[in-house]
């Protein structure tokens, strides 16, 4: 890799566990390559999760190219575990990655794409981006949301149980982590769950090997152009992890359908029934990262960008990793994404013609 460090072939936007499957593979290239992380450490999106939060695989079902995750002191490991996992990966590889840096913009350059981050520019052949969605939660715009006096909070923001003691906490929801969360606050306050539908629950045994399995066989059958009937369980549906299972004891795992209002100290359903709450936690998930694109007026009006696998179609030198199924499937999670890294830098590799 003898280019010099403004100019890459390819130029790897993130520092998580997209990027780093990414670059595992680039590394076999033969292509000169750079990673962008904006975080000061290495882990990605793991560096915000909650304190609690564990993977519902097993380490040998939650690893990345090359290396697998050692095993972990429980079934499922800490998200402690999976940041210490990523830190020795990106070290035993000698990964280039330079931190922390904000990209604020991609630009076309004639035929390479120009990456700015401050002062700094970078001019590469191919640009992968895999900033994920953590930086960009969601929250629904319900109405008198603004004249709540209560705290509100997103999980990407959630830390742990303790500051919510005694309250009255509303969890809006309804996938793995509004159940997790649910699961710790209800020990230590009074919960209210709201689900747009009676939340789907999966058999004990069921865990992320399971659902893998599954989106696998999903995208086999996508590439063979064959129909499958899905079995109940996709990567949404929760995963009866031991909190979650004790929270079912409790008989906490009950959950509302949508208010129709905020109130000042509470919200309200259409019916006209009322429940006063002290804070909401927002568990409705997150939208790509992807404001460093709109330069290259690829972002659609849905807040992705149309892609063929993971190659953009109105910028073919410009791949997405990592985001979710429209990037391939399970390819937002630590074992599903190697599936989508290998294809992509072979993409690549063909596009650029090898070294």
């Avoid at 304190?51 to 380490?59: K, N, T, W």
């Avoid at 906490?169 to 689900?195: D, F, K, P, R």
């Avoid at 789907?200 to 086999?220: H, I, N, P, Q, S």
């Avoid at 004891?249 to 309200?268: I, K, Q």
Wanted: aromatic share 8%; charged share 20%; hydrophobic share 40%.
């Amino acid at each position: 890799m003898s280019a010099s460090p403004s100019a890459v072939d390819v130029l790897v936007i993130g520092g998580g566990q997209s990027a780093l499957a990414t670059a595992w593979c680039l590394k076999r290239s033969g292509l000169s390559f750079l990673l962008l992380d904006e975080q000061a450490t290495p882990g990605g999106a793991w560096l915000h999760g909650w304190d609690s939060l564990r993977l519902f695989s097993p380490a040998t079902w939650s690893s990345i190219p090359g290396w697998p995750m050692p095993a972990s002191a429980g079934t499922y490991p800490t998200r402690a575990e999976v940041i210490d996992y990523l830190s020795r990966y990106e070290a035993r590889y000698q990964l280039p990655v330079l931190r922390p840096v904000h990209v604020d913009a991609v630009e076309r350059d004639g035929d390479h794409l120009r990456v700015r981050a401050g002062e700094r520019q970078w001019r590469a052949r191919a640009v992968v981006s895999a900033t994920g969605t953590w930086s960009h939660p969601y929250i629904p715009d319900y109405p008198g949301r603004s004249e709540f006096a209560g705290m509100q909070l997103h999980s990407a923001h959630y830390v742990a149980p303790t500051p919510f003691a005694g309250q009255r906490v509303m969890i809006v929801g309804g996938g793995n982590s509004g159940a997790q969360i649910l699961a710790e606050v209800s020990q230590v306050a009074e919960t209210l769950w709201i689900t747009p539908e009676p939340p789907l629950f999966l058999a004990d045994e069921v865990d992320g090997r399971v659902l893998f399995e599954r989106a696998t066989e999903r995208w086999k059958a996508q590439q063979e152009g064959r129909r499958i009937e899905q079995p109940v369980g996709g990567l949404g549906d929760i995963v009866m992890v031991e909190p979650v299972r004790e929270a079912r004891s409790r008989g906490v795992l009950v959950s509302e359908r949508p208010f129709a209002r905020f109130t000042e100290h509470g919200v309200e359903w259409a019916d006209g029934r009322h429940a006063e709450v002290d804070a909401v936690i927002w568990c409705t998930g997150f939208r790509p990262a992807l404001d460093h694109l709109q330069p290259l007026g690829v972002v659609e009006a849905d807040g992705k960008v149309a892609v063929e696998g993971t190659r953009a179609l109105r910028q073919p030198n410009l791949w997405l990793v990592g985001y979710g199924e429209w990037t391939g499937a399970a390819s937002a999670t630590l074992i599903g994404v190697t599936r989508t890294a290998r294809s992509t830098v072979s993409e690549i590799v063909a596009a650029l013609g090898g070294h």
